[in-house]
Nanobody, 113 residues
Framework: QVQLVESGGGLVQPGGSLRLSCAIS????????MAWYRQTLRNQREWIGG???????IYEDSVKGRFTISRDNAKSTMYLHMESLTPEDTGVYYC???????WGQGIQVTVSS
């Protein structure tokens, strides 16, 4: 059974940073592309970035330059490092594995003073 579990969310002040993790089991992780999505007050669930099996990344324009996606194949884990956070980044963040169409449960990120 494929399982994706997010961690690392919480409350952060504007201008701060946060790192989310997504641990994946049940797939050959080294061969899998992965993605991050989020749902905010402004938008329904939207794609924000992805990483392929060669660790090449691509980002949605609104987060480009602030967010960094990485992966650790030895730990079967994908990361999302977020910097210069604003209240508009507040929402629920999800990891996703396209090859098996599986989502994590989502994790809350709140940016507020």
């Amino acid at each position: 059974q494929v399982q994706l579990v997010e961690s690392g969310g919480g409350l952060v002040q504007p201008g701060g940073s946060l790192r989310l993790s997504c641990a994946i089991s049940g797939i050959i992780f080294t061969r899998s592309s992965m993605a991050w999505y989020r749902q905010t007050l402004r938008n329904q669930r939207e794609w924000i970035g992805g990483i392929d099996s060669d660790a090449r990344t691509i980002y949605e324009d609104s987060v480009k330059g602030r967010f960094t996606i990485s992966r650790d194949n030895a730990k079967s884990t994908m990361y999302l490092h977020m910097e210069s956070l604003t209240p508009e980044d507040t929402g629920v963040y999800y990891c996703y594995c396209p090859s098996v169409r599986k989502w994590g449960q989502g994790i809350q990120v709140t940016v507020s003073s």
